[in-house]
């Protein structure tokens, strides 16, 4: 089983910055796509972006291309999601997991990380 831990998050701003932070353990980290999630209350999770196992490919929802920066640091078993220019809309809870398309893998999700985008 492995684990999941998501930081990063607090109270911005609406133009702020945060960044996330995903470490994670029990897994052979550097062998998966990475992905992080989103859930704002009452909605879906979505996915928001992914990585490849080499961090040369990144993938992004259409709503954060252009501000949301993901990366990864495989010697260190954690990915990142630098948010520039957030909006009201990109509140929510983040979480972190593999990926498959956009499509999670993993069955043990972190406790995730809430963002929240202050007008």
């Known amino acids: 089983q492995g684990q999941l831990e998501e930081s990063g998050g607090g109270l911005v701003q609406a133009g702020g910055s945060l960044t996330l932070s995903c470490a994670a353990s029990?897994?052979?980290?550097?062998?998966?796509?990475m992905g992080w999630f989103r859930q704002a209350p009452g909605k879906e999770r979505e996915f928001v972006a992914a990585?490849?196992?080499?961090?040369?490919?990144?993938y992004y929802l259409d709503s954060v291309k252009g501000r949301f920066t993901m990366s990864r640091d495989n010697a260190k078993n954690t990915v990142s999601l630098q948010m520039n220019t957030l909006k009201p809309e990109d509140t929510a809870v983040y979480y972190c997991?593999?990926?498959?398309?956009?499509?999670?893998?993993?069955?043990?999700w972190g406790q995730g990380t809430q963002v929240t985008v202050l007008t």
């Open positions: 029990g897994h052979t980290f550097s062998n998966y796509v």
């Open positions: 990585i490849s196992w080499s961090g040369h490919a990144t």
């Open positions: 997991n593999a990926v498959s398309g956009s499509k999670p893998i993993w069955s043990d």
